[in-house]
């Protein structure tokens, strides 16, 4: 007999990012695997949040609160349906050779997270591993999200139920979005023959949805900007709009004043605010400093 090693291309690596979709709708992606090997291969797809030892592995600390920067949980947010929040078609079957097989995956939130995620594995004859992708997916309540930064908050989301403002505070109009704060760290890079401006940037998106199709596209606009460019910073674009189902790059660069001291610390806020079916506004803390080539 001939001994033969099974052989797989995946059209995707590492990570599937089905992007941000709003709370209760449900998006899908396709990757295809090849069979580059001389014989039919049976193989069976597995999620971690399906796993039998999933309730097990939950019962380590989280990453965040042991010294280890590595992240080891791959399962995030969940349903709270209980519903798997990514499913995967086929689950099963086989790959005749030189053949391919696609697969559907679908995201399908039912509140908002910007922490879903979970590990799909492809199995090979019930034994070996041929492939693993993270799957991550975001879910808003409002069609309009800002991304990019450094993270202020952790990867888990609490168990504690929400405070909810009164109804009589809605219709009186003072019910409003919690302001959220995004961190942007600039290094100026001091001692380099041609130095260039510290560059960042944050991405505006709006999500297609059917729920508000026939709203406006979203609209936003940075204050503060006399002092963000007394202190150095540059915004791209100060105000604009985008387009359903679109994102938007702005783009943050800063070259430090004649009157900067490296010692000092350099710390700026704005306000971005975004205008769509709702009024948000972000804190955008601009932070920078001069580094040694």
């Given at each position: 007999g001939h001994g033969v090693m099974p052989s797989t291309v995946c059209s995707v690596e590492e990570i599937l990012d089905m992007g941000y979709v709003l709370a209760g709708e449900k998006v899908t992606s396709t990757f295809k695997i090849q069979n580059t090997s001389t014989l039919a291969l049976q193989y069976a797809i597995q999620l971690d949040s399906l796993s039998a030892t999933r309730d097990k592995d939950q019962q380590r600390l989280p990453s965040f609160i042991t010294s280890s920067s590595q992240?080891?949980?791959?399962?995030?947010?969940?349903?709270?349906?209980?519903?798997?929040?990514?499913?995967?078609?086929?689950?099963?079957?086989?790959?005749?050779?030189?053949?391919?097989?696609?697969?559907?995956?679908?995201?399908?939130?039912?509140?908002?997270?910007?922490?879903?995620?979970?590990?799909l594995k492809v199995?090979?004859?019930?034994?070996?591993?041929a492939h693993v992708i993270h799957l991550k997916g975001a879910a808003r309540a409002h069609p309009m999200f800002v991304e990019g930064g450094a993270p202020l908050d952790v990867p888990v989301e609490s168990l504690a139920?929400?405070?909810?403002?009164?109804?009589?505070?809605?219709?009186k109009g003072e019910?409003?979005?919690?302001?959220?704060?995004i961190l942007l760290i600039l290094e100026y890079i001091d001692g380099e023959s041609?130095?260039?401006p510290a560059v960042t940037e944050l991405k505006i998106g709006a999500v297609q949805t059917a729920q508000f199709a026939s709203k406006k596209n979203v609209e936003f606009d940075?204050?503060?900007l006399p002092l963000?460019?007394?202190k150095g910073f540059t915004v791209g674009s100060a105000k604009g709009t985008v387009e359903r189902g679109q994102v938007?790059?702005?783009?943050?660069?800063?070259?430090?004043?004649?009157?900067?001291?490296?010692?000092?610390?350099?710390?700026?806020?704005?306000?971005?605010?975004?205008?769509?079916d709702i009024k948000e506004t972000y804190r955008i803390l601009f932070m920078a400093k001069v580094v040694s080539a």
């Open positions: 992240r080891t949980e791959f399962v995030g947010t969940q349903n709270y349906s209980g519903l798997s929040v990514f499913s995967v078609f086929p689950m099963e079957g086989e790959i005749v050779a030189g053949k391919s097989q696609d697969f559907i995956v679908t995201f399908s939130p039912d509140h908002e997270s910007l922490y879903y995620s979970d590990r199995v090979l004859f019930g034994k070996k591993i139920v929400p405070l909810l403002a009164s109804s009589q505070e809605a219709q019910l409003q979005e919690p302001v959220k704060s041609s130095p260039v940075f204050d503060n963000l460019q007394q938007k790059r702005i783009s943050v660069s800063w070259v430090p004043p004649a009157d900067f001291h490296a010692n000092d610390p350099l710390l700026v806020t704005a306000l971005l605010t975004l205008r769509g």
